[in-house]
């Protein structure tokens, strides 16, 4: 296999030993931030088979489950796991409240902010996150939150709602994104919203995300999967650098085919403009991609989400363009088909900034065994 099979081993398990489990998994942009934090998830859920076909791959370490989370028990994670649950994280499906969605209320995932709570309330762990839509906050969901949140044990100290950019934790990616941070101060050091701030970086470029890609040649198809190679390395940007595999070989390049009149109407469109018939947004080398979106399963009419188009050819940006944007290392493997791998990269949190928050929950958890014997 051309991709170094996708060991993300820092902090496997968790080193400290703490038990933490992701909820609503998907295809894991969560969790990789989890894992380079220090903080491996040692149980991941979800109850999508296609969103997650690739987490075995990627998570070897960690056991994953496919269930309908409506429908778990707070008693079978404990097996799962072997015991009491250290930290809980996790995005609910958030369709039912986005910006571009219809919003319906009978929608029945938005009960599943619910279900979150209701398992964090179970469990009692040290921490949780929970990441959702800035539409979750508005007016018309807000109750739904709310109701979640009253869930909760009395001892948690809240750190949101708040709404948290991608692009202001160094991705190369605009995409502003509702979190709630919930810790147990018997257990956990003190978070505030002013230490998130100290966590922020410049966003990238699409510059620095993508260019040294557009050399890059196919080498084969492997297990359904497209590999490629950078051959004219040159020296990439610090962002780009950290992304790639020593050998320079990645997957999901290929590059759809348009038609000739897309194509020629592609070319006419100018950085930061959009495509006055398919909505496409063209991207700009110095500046940063809008919110890549994930489209519909077949459950819901199997929509495609517009992909943005290429800064400097007349097509729609790569699944490995798309993936290195919102932050993903060149060694993570999504899906052989083009649709589903957006799917699972328009579902993500941007490990880039799941990283950052897991570092300052994990950087506080050090100190829990001294917290513990003082609350005692």
């Known amino acids: ?197 100290t966590a922020k970086k410049r966003p990238a470029t699409v510059s620095a995300a993508i260019a040294d890609l557009s050399n890059a040649v196919e080498l084969n198809d492997e297990g359904g999967f497209d590999f490629w190679q950078i051959k004219h390395r040159g020296r990439p940007s610090q962002y780009a650098a950290a992304l790639r595999q020593q050998s320079g070989t990645f997957s999901g390049h290929r590059k759809t085919v348009h038609t000739k009149e897309v194509v020629a109407r592609f070319r006419k469109i100018r950085p930061g403009e959009k495509d006055s018939v398919g909505r496409h947004p063209k991207l700009s080398w110095g500046g940063q991609c809008p919110t890549l979106r994930a489209g519909t399963g077949s459950e819901r009419g199997s929509f495609q989400a517009v992909r943005p188009i290429h800064p400097a050819e007349p097509r729609v940006i790569t699944v490995r363009e798309a993936a290195r944007l919102q932050g993903f290392p060149d060694r993570f493997l999504f899906h052989p088909t083009v649709w589903h791998s957006f799917r699972m990269i328009g579902n993500s949190v941007s490990p880039m900034l799941s990283r950052e928050l897991f570092a300052l929950i994990a950087a506080r958890l050090d100190e829990s065994g001294k917290l513990q014997q003082a609350a005692e």
């Open 1 to 197: 296999m051309y991709i170094t099979a996708c060991t993300f081993c820092v902090g496997e398990n968790s080193l400290r030993g703490y038990r933490i489990v992701d909820l609503f998994c998907g295809g894991g942009g969560f969790s990789l931030g989890a894992h380079l934090a220090g903080l491996a998830p040692a149980l991941a859920i979800d109850v999508d088979p296609i969103l997650t076909s690739s987490f075995g791959s990627n998570f070897p370490r960690t056991k994953l489950v496919l269930e309908d989370l409506s429908k778990l028990e707070a008693s079978a994670i404990r097996r799962h796991v072997g015991g009491n649950v250290d930290g809980i994280f996790g995005g609910p499906p958030c369709q039912a409240f986005s910006d571009i969605g219809h919003r319906q209320r009978d929608d029945p995932r938005r009960t599943l902010v619910g279900h979150f709570f209701r398992l964090v309330a179970a469990l009692q762990p040290a921490f949780f996150v929970m990441e959702n839509v800035r539409g979750l906050g508005y007016a018309d969901a807000k109750p739904v939150l709310d109701e979640g949140l009253n869930l909760l044990p009395g001892k948690y100290e809240l750190v949101g709602p708040m709404v948290l950019d991608a692009a202001d934790f160094g991705a190369a990616t605009r995409r502003p994104r509702l979190f709630v941070i919930g810790y147990d101060p018997a257990r956990m050091g003190s978070l505030s919203v002013a230490d998130l701030d």
